[in-house]
């Protein structure tokens, strides 16, 4: 029974350029959260999806980042333009609904940003 | 604002001692709380955790304690092992929300053998 599956697991990209994340929820999963993890900031919210719509997107910044769900296999977070402070940890979790705190986390991307 | 407040920080113990991490929050329409520990290169795992209509939950060696009235909870993991050397992040939700998760800061533990 695989779990969240996230790429890549690292990431170096120089400032400006584009980085593309990719999350694979666990199958039957309607849920998928996005978060983004640092040592300074912690365990950030940054969206959500449930059954591919978007939920809340309240944690994201809103110039430069994006996230979409084009099916029920597969989640997508972009972030343009990258900058030094969009270093971390992105982690996606999934969920059977998301009326519940049972997320399952993938082991995350982790995005440097030279 | 930090909604979630966990301490200590960090906190050692010895093999076979009990570890207790702390946590408050300040949102009254929080009413789920789950924690969560994460070890190095990997993504947090659900551990434990309770509604707000109970004041206890045990699994095994772990233990939430629920004070509503004082919006605080607490972990005690019974007869710590090395093995429970890992972060563990506190974190809330309500129901009457977005479901969306806030979690703490986390405190790190170490198990000395």
């Known amino acids: 029974n695989a779990g969240v599956i996230q790429t890549p697991r690292h990431k170096v990209t120089g400032k400006g350029q584009e980085a593309t994340l990719w999350c694979e929820p666990i199958?039957?999963?309607?849920?998928v959260f996005w978060y983004r993890q640092t040592i300074v900031q912690g365990l950030e919210f940054l969206t959500y999806f449930r059954n591919q719509a978007p939920i809340d997107d309240s944690g994201m910044p809103k110039e430069r980042f994006s996230a979409q769900m084009p099916n029920q296999s597969h989640s997508t977070l972009k972030i343009q333009s990258t900058q030094p402070q969009d270093s971390a940890v992105y982690l996606c979790?999934?969920?059977?609904?998301?009326?519940?705190?049972?997320?399952?986390f993938g082991e995350g991307s982790k995005l440097t940003v030279l | 604002q930090q909604q979630v407040r966990q301490s200590p920080q960090s906190l050692t113990v010895w093999e076979g001692e009990t570890a207790i991490l702390n946590c408050s929050y300040e949102n009254s329409a929080f009413d789920y709380f789950p924690w969560y520990q994460q070890f190095p290169g990997e993504g947090p795992a659900l551990l434990i955790s309770?509604?707000?209509?109970?004041d206890k939950k045990e699994d095994g060696r772990f233990t939430i304690f629920f004070n509503k009235r004082e919006k605080k909870l607490s972990l005690h993991i019974a007869d710590s092992q090395p093995g429970d050397s890992a972060t563990y992040f506190c974190a809330a939700s309500s129901s009457s929300g977005s479901w969306q998760l806030i979690f703490g800061s986390g405190t790190q533990l170490t198990v000395m053998p």
């Open positions: 309770i509604l707000s209509v109970s």
């Open positions: 979790a999934s969920s059977q609904t998301s009326n519940t705190g049972q997320l399952y």
């Open positions: 199958s039957g999963h309607s849920a």
